[in-house]
């Protein structure tokens, strides 16, 4: 019933019908074709690189962190994933549901609020967390002056509170790939179950739920890849994870290569998980029936709505308002005297670069989309190796592309600058092409999610139809494809923007002279423990975060 | 949709075509900066209005630049490498990214165990790692020096930051330069058993914890106190300066690491970057650096400004600071052994 096509249909290629149509097309499809492949192998460079390092021998660092530490990392990590990714499903999906599908008090607001920590840097939020609940924090001095001298201080830094400042982080991740799953799901789904005999819980886990699966898992791996990746946030709390074996191994024991190869595993165990879970998500395929798109809210009783109401909130506050207000407190500390012409040159590159890497990114997910649907069925699995990057410590991904950028300008570029009689100059590296590039390599994977499930929405019957018309190569792409994804490229763009945003180790490792960012700025403040200086370029961050997330929520609440 | 797609290839397109900047005829530098630019920006500034001479920087962390500044290679842009720690400073002249400088006015404004071996490096600095106690529960007679922190007496008194940051990484290492590594575990072991918490994440965060009484006594870098105490001029807490007194080991200094800099292999501008290092050791310049971050003037001959003399004279040690960086690796793996986060 959640099929109404048979299974054999649903799962050939949407455009099935246009190879027919003409030469244009043909030659469309090569240049698509050959685009992708180059996509692809550009964002593998970096962990090409990073592979590389299995060629040195490291058994002795490796010996030491077998001896020492490597059993904690590793459960540290592990813990970290499964609470997580737990966290995030349960809290995204839950949100998703209650302000798609029910009626409460305060649910327009809520709808696009929950959106907000979206802006949020990971880090950002950690040192307000630890600012406001510390020892020397307002609310335990507070506890103190009340309780006196009988109060004992609690040390806030324990491994639930890391799990649940990474979860409020990333939850929207969640919430926005499964509201747009949920939004774009007709109700008459959910009725026809219920009218069946399923009872409304089991209309939720048997239909509903199975059909968001593509949205919920994309964001959910994200989140996880997220989680992997940092370092900002479980620094702040001192907490060890694989990540913080990979920056000991290069910074401490000067050794990248050992470094390179820890993260490498990293890759491993994300490119394990992926593959599983398309496994075990199998041949299935869901395509929506062609009716006229039906959606109810369902109206909750008063207590239900109160709890609703009281649920979502308490998640923006914590999430989102309290740090803000946190923020805003330090900034009236510190005064606005940071704010001058140098202030908003950098407000202005920061949107800049984020625009940008926004706009090529998702074109560049568009296209590796389409050319992998027309590949063949073994083939796709090669164009998902395009995104693992994405799980690799921010830091260890920037190295590798800036070895792979070197490698181009020592050894194709320099010799020809050599052969024109030119001075030599690194061409790429120092450059804003560079740090473009390495931003669509980290975030590829971002804007995929939501590029590749808008793409599967497409019905087969709509290229067809058009085709039938007569329309082909560009103009079924433009006139067809495009309004149709609308939605889904909006999505990643602002996701991909806001993380360009607060994304920090390659903005710093590969930005060209007088190129600095919002996060470049709170880099400097709080890497000597300066968090309140910080106050102000993290404010500014999260605020100028919000335009695009308040626009593709104005875009998304016409439907 | 159509027309918002090419309005936004084309102003891609300007994009790119605006950044490839013109050309400067105006000599300048580049440096690559692990320091702060609110630390170095006004320094730069003052240079470049007296001697014309346009500095350019980027800023990130000592381990990315120097990755950076090894691949590059010979066509690395950067004249000048800026770091903290001598550990960051000995790595870079052992992966040779650095030249050697011959210079009498650095000579003579660096005292000579504060440089590179061969002159590839000069420190700017000096930072003193200390002990910071609570004045309500201990007096300055209670310590003593850094070994002595390790005896069962301070059990569940002490507070340390994280054996990540690398000022911890230097201290552990020129402890094995003195004590050897046998002996210098058994203190660091010591210190860990006498945790009263988990290791912090930065140096502020362990002075709280000690002005809190959460503990009685930790090890931090003096401009953190400086930074703190103007903050909050009524906490609780004071310097201590250990292993003044006694023979060998004992009396050897409170431990003392640097920020340095050094001319990278690759630099066009020997001569004006040689001119900026030494421009940096004068007395002018130093005492911005001072007052800037309260860090310790390296030139012998600079005063130190009020808030340093407020803070007491000390003894620092002479070790070679470069040990630091020879050690660092088997300083990191030392703490692993003993269970130190």
Sequence with gaps: MANPLPASFSSSHPYRGMATNGQGFRRLNTVVKVAGIFTVLMAMAPLIVILWSWGSDQTETWQHLIATQLSTLLRNTLVLVIGVGVGVTVLGVSLAWLTVMCEFPGRRWLDWGLMLPMAMPAYVLAFVVLGIFDFAGPLQQGLHAWLGSDYRYIDVRHEAVVIAVLVLVFYPYVYMLARSAFLAQSTDVMEAARVLGANRWRAFFGVALPMARPAIVAGSSLAIMETLADFGTVAVFNYDTFTTAIYKSWFGLFNLQAAAQLASLLLLFVALALMAEKQSRGRRSYTQSGRKQHRFRQQLSPLKAFAATAFCSVVMLIAFILPVLQLLQWVLVEGLELIDARYLNLLWRTLLLGGSAAVLTVALALLLAFSRRRAKARLRTFYDLGTLGYALPGSVLAVGIMLSFTFIDNQLIAPVFEWLSLPPKPLLLGSVFALLAAYWVRFLAVANGPVDSSLQRIRPSIPEAACSLGSSGWSLLWQVYLPILRPGLLTAMVLVFVDVMKEMPATLLLRPYGWDTLAVRIYEMTSEGEWQRAALPALTLILVGLLPVIQAVRQSAGR | ?341
């Design chain 2, 1 to 341: 949709m159509r027309r918002g797609l090419r309005y936004s290839l084309l102003s891609l397109l300007i994009l790119l075509v605006a950044c490839a900047e013109p050309e400067q005829p105006a000599p300048e530098l580049l440096v690559y900066s692990a320091r702060k630019e609110h630390l170095i920006k006004p320094l730069f500034d003052r240079f470049t209005e007296q001697t014309g001479v346009v500095v350019r920087y980027v800023t990130d962390k000592a381990g990315p630049l120097l990755t950076r500044l090894q691949a590059e290679g010979e066509n690395s842009p950067a004249d000048l490498l800026m770091t903290v720690d001598a550990g960051n400073l000995w790595q870079a002249t052992e992966v040779g990214v650095l030249q050697p400088v011959e210079s009498a006015i650095l000579n003579s404004n660096v005292p000579k165990h504060l440089r590179g071996r061969d002159n590839s490096w000069f420190s700017l600095t000096i930072r003193a790692r200390t002990m910071v106690y609570n004045t309500d529960t201990l007096s300055a007679s209670d310590l003593s020096t850094y070994e002595a922190l390790a005896q069962p007496e301070w059990a569940g008194r002490l507070c340390l930051r994280t054996s990540k940051k690398v000022y911890n990484q230097s201290l552990v290492a020129t402890m094995i330069a003195t004590l050897g590594e046998e002996q210098a575990e058994q203190v660091v072991a010591g210190w860990v058993d006498n945790l009263a918490l988990d290791p912090f994440s930065n140096d502020t965060k362990v002075m709280e914890a000690v002005a809190l009484e959460q503990c009685e006594v930790g090890i931090v870098n003096t401009y953190y106190y400086g930074r703190l105490k103007k903050q909050k001029p009524e906490i609780p807490l004071a310097l201590f300066w250990p292993n003044q007194q006694g023979e060998g080991a004992q009396g050897r200094g409170v431990h003392v690491n640097v920020s340095g800099v050094g001319i990278t292999r690759a630099s066009q501008n020997k001569v004006l970057a040689q001119q900026l290092i030494e421009w940096l050791t004068t007395p002018e310049a130093q005492r911005m650096l001072m007052d800037l971050n309260q860090e310790y003037p390296v030139n012998p001959g600079v005063e130190m400004n009020a808030e340093l003399q407020a803070w007491g004279l000390f003894k620092g040690d002479q070790i070679d600071v470069s040990e630091a960086g020879r050690l660092q690796a088997a300083a990191v793996k030392l703490m692993d052994r003993v269970g130190y986060r």
